[in-house]
């Protein structure tokens, strides 16, 4: 079935350092893959998305990797900092006319000062 | 611009009783979206609408219905609340899929706890 999924519940990484979250998926009929950043008590806000066609888009600080021969999807955040600290969802957009998401269930970045 | 709001932002209800969710967006979007979050869980699609008039089912839409009378507002219904349905409600809208600016934009949420 179609499932997007995220590889690790909780990230923990030192302000300064970079951070990588993963994101897995299943469903190869998406055009669009992308990444939303959720505080707490918030409503998911988007960060970058790529297409389908890409493997690679770099926006300010982050940088998304398309990996389809292995169906992994990864969200870089260059010089994390202590507002960075949220959930971070993948999600694909299906192909199609309805712009129907399916997301994944999340990870945790804590960023330690 | 307000972008996407909600009303309430929260609400307890009883096993049975209805109540109606709010959503208005000011960006002249088309496409508008109803999703639930539980707890330790991604959003998942309740209703979507593509236009003025049209509704469609999501992935989890039974307990659930919609309405679209004017472009700016989407209608999230319960009939007959149960416990189940305890959740965080988000709406988003956006633009046509293609056209530039076409993620979706969230609102801020409505906490409902169904006792």
């Known amino acids: 079935g179609e499932s997007v999924g995220l590889h690790l519940p909780t990230l923990s990484v030192q302000e300064g350092d970079n951070s990588i979250i993963n994101c897995a998926y299943s469903?190869?009929?998406?055009?669009?893959f992308i990444w939303y950043k959720q505080e707490s008590g918030k409503g998911p806000q988007f960060i970058i998305d790529i297409r389908s066609n890409m493997d690679k888009r770099q926006g300010q600080r982050v940088t998304v990797l398309l990996n389809k021969t292995v169906k992994h999807l990864s969200l870089q955040i260059a010089a994390t900092q202590p507002g960075d600290s949220a959930v971070y969802f993948c999600a694909e957009k299906k192909a199609g006319n309805t712009g129907k998401l399916i997301f994944g269930q999340g990870t945790t970045l804590q960023v330690k000062p | 611009n307000a972008g996407v709001t909600q009303t309430p932002k929260f609400r307890v209800l009883k096993t049975g009783q209805s109540m109606t969710l709010l959503c208005a967006q000011d960006m002249n979007h088309e496409y508008m979206y109803w999703y639930r979050q539980d707890p330790g869980m991604g959003l998942r699609l309740i209703h979507y609408?593509?236009?003025?008039?049209?509704?469609a089912k999501g992935e989890v839409p039974d307990g659930y219905n919609v309405s679209r009378l004017k472009k700016q507002n989407f209608l999230l219904g319960l009939e007959s609340a149960a416990p189940s349905q305890t959740s965080v409600y988000f709406c988003?809208?956006?633009?046509?899929?293609?056209?530039?600016?076409?993620?979706?934009?969230f609102g801020p949420g409505t906490r409902l706890t169904v006792l």
């Open positions: 988003a809208s956006s633009n046509r899929p293609g056209l530039a600016g076409s993620e979706q934009f």
């Open positions: 469903n190869s009929a998406s055009d669009y």
């Open positions: 609408s593509v236009g003025e008039g049209t509704t």
